[in-house]
């Protein structure tokens, strides 16, 4: 696995034949000029403001559609000009159908696992653990027809984490995870990355990509607006530095502005945030003691840990206008 | 507890969640196909004086052969009915759903896959049919008829070809059903296909001969009828189409529709940069109009079904509440179950026949047969002579042993409430099973039951079509 192909994906113009029609307007390409490198043992995000751009754009990585223009390499080997067939070192889930429905989850597992040359007390073991590991354990025995379809996605992505797969594209952009799933899909990316995999997956929930990935891609109207580390994205994007709460901050917000010329305020809620204008490094400790020093007090005062879903809302903001 | 399913095992559990549950399954089915035969050929026998004696004397006699004859098709139709009901587990639409492809990229092997498959569904058929057909040659033992051996085991091949026959048909429509609707569809299909196969190529005429089926070789013989080796060459047929075409759908991924998540207002379309022609592939507001059939047809199935079989009901219940003077008409016709043999072979026993409701100036004619009421009972004569407005009558065929000339009658014309006018045998049989306790439940249960669950008959076509 060591000396194994690096580059992943690379696409360069990527294209997709496909157009969005409205009306009798002019056709528009769904996906248009994307140029995108993934790298081995990365965790890749891709959101967007449409599910069926996303998908799109999963399908063309995983040789599942066909692309107009452009130039696209897998694993370092180009692309198969037939679409859709199957490639070994390519796993993509793109339903949760792929189970089967008169087994548990631990049953199915083993037996999706059966072929692996392993001891299958031990390989049982290890898969329970792994279970476990990421918080799923009370779902271990039960019948796969009774797991909801982005449970049962999970399952498929766990027996993609056991494949020979070197890339698993999981394209799932309409599902909606909650906070067990999201833990559980972060643990699993972990024990992919671990096994120098690449992960990339389709959604438009913030936290999972938060949680889950290394890098990120986001699209708007069929053209990749960013992509780079979560971190990167975070902390370019997240201009809020401050948040105060208090239920009198609406009643303030004129004096803070007049303290604090150089930065953006906006109140939500019984909310105030406090956000950079440049690009220039902020002390947090100066704000909070000029906060302190008008004579306010409010009720709370934190500094933004800089989160995907404020950096995206912001990178729609500015590309909106 | 450690798992080591295999897929062979995996397909042998078909849509339970166990190995062990499985069999008690296949082997409670099986217990229950005897039983249910031996029943039937119970409620039969209670339609032994109807048309069906003459049209199926096959079933209708008191040997080993019309117990086994019923199971053998009985058999077939259960089978189709659980190849339906369990299409998904049982067939190919888990390729469909990318089952495959998980397993494949997990390290198996698609010809396996295939073989372990179809072995483990021809064991899982011929197991509950052979188990089935011993039952109900125990069960028939008990009633005591003459038990001959020859025609058994030709019984039993006949059944079983059937069944193969249909089963493998079923595995191949449902590599090319795309969804899992039509694949069931494509299963009934399958069914009818051997049916309509087994009438056309004289299968039927052989099968239904007790003394021909005797003898084990008059199955086999093509002058007689070809159906075995075309059977047999449809077998092989398909079983190369589902091993090629099964390899062929598992090298590549199937695509679920997009509909869900394209954008509402848009339309997809794919345009050639050659050419710059376009190709719509795809739109919201076009979703949903095959559910809406579905469901259309659906509800229209079940209101005529329902429907018909409360009007049935009526109609016996009308029939039945007839009495001398006060009969029941429809549209000037008095239906009338006829029970006796006295006027064969005009007018057969449980016959229904219609009587033209006539006035008294009706001019009745010599060798007219009429329904008339003597001391407030009703009879069915034939005029022998007129002589004004008297009538002599007399019966068709007197029973055995019986005194010939002594149902000889003379009526007045008044007397006479119609003319015979035509007869239906087939519903005089339907009328006398509903008739009967299984009948009735039959009749009237279902349609109360259909009516009772038609929202979860909904959801059952709606998921489906999903």
């Given at each position: 696995?060591?000396?194994?192909?690096?580059?992943?994906?690379?696409?360069?113009?990527?294209?997709?034949?496909?157009?969005?029609?409205?009306?009798?307007?002019?056709?528009?390409?769904?996906?248009?000029?994307?140029?995108?490198?993934?790298?081995?043992?990365?965790?890749?995000?891709?959101?967007?403001?449409?599910?069926?751009?996303?998908?799109?754009?999963?399908?063309?990585?995983?040789?599942?559609?066909?692309?107009?223009r452009g130039k696209c390499a897998l694993i370092e080997r180009g692309m198969m000009r037939r679409k859709r067939v199957i490639l070994r070192h390519v796993f993509y889930i793109g339903s949760s159908e792929m189970l089967y429905n008169n087994m548990n989850v631990l049953e199915f597992l083993m037996f999706a696992t059966a072929k692996f040359k392993i001891d299958k007390v031990v390989l049982q073991e290890q898969i329970f653990e792994l279970i476990i590991t990421i918080g799923l354990g009370h779902l271990s025995l039960t019948p796969n027809h009774m797991l909801t379809r982005e449970e049962k996605a999970v399952i498929t992505l766990i027996a993609a984490a056991y494949s020979d797969s070197l890339m698993i594209v999981f394209n799932l952009p309409e599902y909606v995870w909650d906070e067990v799933l999201i833990d559980a899909i972060a643990q699993i990316t972990s024990f992919i990355r671990e096994r120098g995999k690449t992960l990339i997956i389709a959604t438009q929930n913030c936290l999972l990509i938060e949680k889950a990935c290394s890098h990120t891609a986001i699209l708007q109207d069929g053209q990749l607006i960013f992509n780079g580390t979560v971190e990167d994205f975070r902390l370019n994007f997240d201009k809020v530095e401050v948040i105060i709460r208090d239920k009198a901050v609406h009643a303030v917000r004129e004096k803070l502005a007049l303290l604090f010329p150089a930065y953006k305020l906006v109140s939500k809620d019984d909310s105030l945030m406090i956000s950079s204008i440049g690009s220039e490094t902020i002390d947090h400790g100066a704000i909070y003691k000029k906060i302190l020093e008008s004579g306010f007090t409010p009720d709370s005062i934190e500094i933004n840990p800089k989160t995907v879903e404020n950096a995206y809302k912001e990178l729609m903001r500015q590309h909106d206008l | 507890m450690i798992y080591k399913n295999s897929y062979f095992k995996k397909e042998l559990r078909q849509a339970y969640m166990g190995n062990k549950v499985s069999t008690n399954r296949k082997m409670a089915s099986a217990l229950f196909l005897g039983l249910f035969s031996f029943a039937l050929y119970f409620v039969v026998q209670t339609l032994q004086k109807s048309v069906l004696s003459d049209v199926v004397p096959e079933i209708m006699q008191a040997s080993y052969f019309s117990t086994v004859y019923l199971y053998i098709h009985i058999a077939a139709v259960f089978n189709i009915i659980y190849f339906i009901a369990y299409y998904d587990y049982l067939f190919f639409s888990e390729i469909r759903n990318n089952s495959w492809y998980l397993l494949i990229q997990m390290g198996y092997q698609p010809g396996i896959m295939f073989i372990a498959k179809f072995f483990a569904l021809m064991y899982s058929v011929i197991l509950i049919y052979s188990v089935g057909f011993v039952v109900t040659i125990?069960?028939?033992?008990?009633?005591?008829?003459?038990?001959?051996?020859?025609?058994?085991?030709?019984?039993?091949?006949?059944?079983?070809?059937?069944?193969?026959?249909?089963?493998?048909?079923?595995?191949?429509?449902?590599?090319?059903?795309?969804?899992?609707?039509?694949?069931?569809?494509?299963?009934?299909?399958?069914?009818?296909?051997?049916?309509?196969?087994?009438?056309?190529?004289?299968?039927?005429?052989?099968?239904?001969?007790?003394?021909?089926?005797?003898?084990?070789?008059?199955?086999?013989?093509?002058?007689?009828?070809?159906?075995?080796?075309?059977?047999?060459?449809?077998?092989?047929?398909?079983?190369?189409?589902?091993?090629?075409?099964?390899?062929?759908?598992?090298?590549?991924?199937?695509?679920?529709?997009?509909?869900?998540?394209?954008?509402?207002?848009?339309?997809?379309?794919?345009?050639?940069?050659?050419?710059?022609?376009?190709?719509?592939?795809?739109?919201?507001?076009?979703?949903?109009?095959?559910?809406?059939?579905?469901?259309?047809?659906?509800?229209?199935?079940?209101?005529?079904?329902?429907?018909?079989?409360?009007?049935?009901?009526?109609?016996?219940?009308?029939?039945?509440?007839?009495?001398?003077?006060?009969?029941?008409?429809?549209?000037?016709?008095?239906?009338?179950?006829?029970?006796?043999?006295?006027?064969?072979?005009?007018?057969?026993?449980?016959?229904?026949?219609?009587?033209?409701?006539?006035?008294?100036?009706?001019?009745?004619?010599?060798?007219?047969?009429?329904?008339?009421?003597?001391?407030?009972?009703?009879?069915?004569?034939?005029?022998?002579?007129?002589?004004?407005?008297?009538?002599?009558?007399?019966?068709?065929?007197?029973?055995?042993?019986?005194?010939?000339?002594?149902?000889?009658?003379?009526?007045?014309?008044?007397?006479?409430?119609?003319?015979?006018?035509?007869?239906?045998?087939?519903?005089?049989?339907?009328?006398?099973?509903?008739?009967?306790?299984?009948?009735?439940?039959?009749?009237?249960?279902?349609?109360?039951?259909?009516?009772?669950?038609?929202?979860?008959?909904?959801?059952?076509?709606?998921?489906?079509?999903?």
């Amino acid at each position: 696995m060591k000396h194994g192909p690096q580059r992943i994906v690379m696409m360069e113009g990527i294209s997709s034949g496909e157009h969005f029609l409205v009306g009798g307007e002019i056709p528009r390409r769904v996906l248009d000029d994307i140029t995108l490198s993934i790298r081995k043992a990365e965790a890749w995000g891709i959101n967007g403001t449409s599910l069926f751009e996303i998908r799109l754009l999963l399908e063309i990585m995983a040789n599942i559609r066909p692309y107009d223009r452009g130039k696209c390499a897998l694993i370092e080997r180009g692309m198969m000009r037939r679409k859709r067939v199957i490639l070994r070192h390519v796993f993509y889930i793109g339903s949760s159908e792929m189970l089967y429905n008169n087994m548990n989850v631990l049953e199915f597992l083993m037996f999706a696992t059966a072929k692996f040359k392993i001891d299958k007390v031990v390989l049982q073991e290890q898969i329970f653990e792994l279970i476990i590991t990421i918080g799923l354990g009370h779902l271990s025995l039960t019948p796969n027809h009774m797991l909801t379809r982005e449970e049962k996605a999970v399952i498929t992505l766990i027996a993609a984490a056991y494949s020979d797969s070197l890339m698993i594209v999981f394209n799932l952009p309409e599902y909606v995870w909650d906070e067990v799933l999201i833990d559980a899909i972060a643990q699993i990316t972990s024990f992919i990355r671990e096994r120098g995999k690449t992960l990339i997956i389709a959604t438009q929930n913030c936290l999972l990509i938060e949680k889950a990935c290394s890098h990120t891609a986001i699209l708007q109207d069929g053209q990749l607006i960013f992509n780079g580390t979560v971190e990167d994205f975070r902390l370019n994007f997240d201009k809020v530095e401050v948040i105060i709460r208090d239920k009198a901050v609406h009643a303030v917000r004129e004096k803070l502005a007049l303290l604090f010329p150089a930065y953006k305020l906006v109140s939500k809620d019984d909310s105030l945030m406090i956000s950079s204008i440049g690009s220039e490094t902020i002390d947090h400790g100066a704000i909070y003691k000029k906060i302190l020093e008008s004579g306010f007090t409010p009720d709370s005062i934190e500094i933004n840990p800089k989160t995907v879903e404020n950096a995206y809302k912001e990178l729609m903001r500015q590309h909106d206008l | 507890m450690i798992y080591k399913n295999s897929y062979f095992k995996k397909e042998l559990r078909q849509a339970y969640m166990g190995n062990k549950v499985s069999t008690n399954r296949k082997m409670a089915s099986a217990l229950f196909l005897g039983l249910f035969s031996f029943a039937l050929y119970f409620v039969v026998q209670t339609l032994q004086k109807s048309v069906l004696s003459d049209v199926v004397p096959e079933i209708m006699q008191a040997s080993y052969f019309s117990t086994v004859y019923l199971y053998i098709h009985i058999a077939a139709v259960f089978n189709i009915i659980y190849f339906i009901a369990y299409y998904d587990y049982l067939f190919f639409s888990e390729i469909r759903n990318n089952s495959w492809y998980l397993l494949i990229q997990m390290g198996y092997q698609p010809g396996i896959m295939f073989i372990a498959k179809f072995f483990a569904l021809m064991y899982s058929v011929i197991l509950i049919y052979s188990v089935g057909f011993v039952v109900t040659i125990i069960l028939t033992f008990l009633l005591k008829y003459t038990f001959i051996v020859s025609y058994l085991p030709t019984l039993y091949l006949a059944g079983l070809g059937d069944l193969l026959l249909i089963t493998i048909l079923s595995m191949t429509f449902s590599l090319y059903a795309k969804t899992v609707i039509n694949g069931r569809y494509w299963t009934f299909f399958s069914a009818a296909l051997v049916f309509v196969l087994k009438i056309t190529l004289g299968q039927y005429a052989i099968i239904s001969n007790r003394v021909s089926m005797q003898n084990i070789f008059t199955l086999f013989d093509v002058k007689l009828s070809s159906y075995w080796p075309v059977g047999v060459v449809i077998m092989m047929a398909c079983c190369l189409i589902c091993l090629f075409r099964s390899k062929n759908l598992a090298k590549y991924y199937n695509l679920p529709t997009d509909a869900a998540i394209l954008p509402t207002g848009m339309e997809l379309v794919e345009i050639d940069s050659k050419t710059g022609k376009q190709k719509l592939i795809g739109s919201k507001a076009k979703q949903g109009w095959r559910g809406r059939i579905v469901d259309t047809v659906t509800t229209l199935f079940l209101i005529v079904f329902i429907c018909a079989a409360l009007a049935f009901n009526f109609f016996i219940i009308l029939i039945n509440a007839s009495t001398p003077g006060q009969e029941v008409t429809i549209r000037g016709v008095i239906p009338f179950v006829f029970s006796t043999s006295t006027m064969q072979p005009e007018i057969m026993i449980n016959d229904l026949a219609y009587f033209q409701k006539i006035d008294v100036q009706y001019p009745i004619k010599e060798g007219q047969i009429i329904l008339f009421e003597e001391n407030n009972v009703l009879f069915v004569e034939r005029v022998i002579t007129t002589k004004g407005n008297q009538l002599n009558v007399d019966i068709d065929n007197y029973p055995p042993m019986s005194q010939i000339g002594a149902m000889k009658k003379t009526v007045t014309r008044q007397a006479v409430h119609g003319v015979y006018s035509g007869r239906n045998r087939w519903l005089g049989a339907l009328i006398l099973f509903a008739n009967t306790i299984v009948g009735r439940l039959l009749f009237l249960l279902v349609p109360a039951v259909l009516l009772f669950y038609q929202g979860q008959i909904y959801k059952y076509f709606k998921k489906d079509y999903k």
